[in-house]
């Protein structure tokens, strides 16, 4: 079973989704993936929504530099190596794709990282947002470029016109 919620933000309304395991979603409005709640209870008061809520609110207030949500991802084991690399990457520090399919499998599976980037269920926690092209330009963000921009300057990272 899923709960899920809305939740403001600076760079739009969230879509919480968790399980009684931990977080398994965060989607923006016109999320390149996500088809919708169907068959989720709409459910707030669910304590990883509630956990999730508070820290997002933390980390825009710049009062949080890093998560400690459990969460609860559905993915392959490649998208989950990958995932797993991105929660090591720190606030306001980026990686290319190239090293991040370096870190977990070899250099010529760029495009399957890029891929399983794309497919990360929690932008933001699981911080997608700060992978740049190999160039150091804005590259591919499910929740927009906009979005992207927004979050890496809000974490001090001077961002191009990508």
């Given at each position: ?46 304590p990883h929504l509630q956990a999730a809520m508070r820290q997002l609110d933390e980390y825009f207030d710049g ?100």
């Amino acid at each position: 079973m899923i709960d899920y919620t809305e939740h403001r933000s600076p760079v739009g309304t969230l879509l919480l989704a968790a399980t009684g395991r931990g977080l398994c979603g965060l989607y923006f409005e016109e999320h390149k993936y996500f088809r919708g709640p169907v068959g989720w209870t709409r459910n707030p008061s669910n304590p990883h929504l509630q956990a999730a809520m508070r820290q997002l609110d933390e980390y825009f207030d710049g009062a949080r530099d890093r998560f400690d949500i459990a969460l609860d991802l559905a993915g392959t084991p490649f998208q989950r190596a990958v995932w797993d690399a991105l929660q090591a990457l720190p606030f306001g520090c980026t990686s290319s794709y190239q090293s991040i399919a370096r870190t977990v499998a070899s250099p010529k599976a760029t495009r399957a990282a890029g891929t399983a980037i794309g497919r990360n269920p929690v932008s933001i926690i699981v911080p997608c947002h700060r992978v740049l092209a190999t160039t150091g330009g804005l590259s591919g963000y499910a929740g927009g470029l906009e979005r992207k921009r927004y979050l890496l300057v809000h974490e001090g990272v001077v961002c191009g016109a990508g």
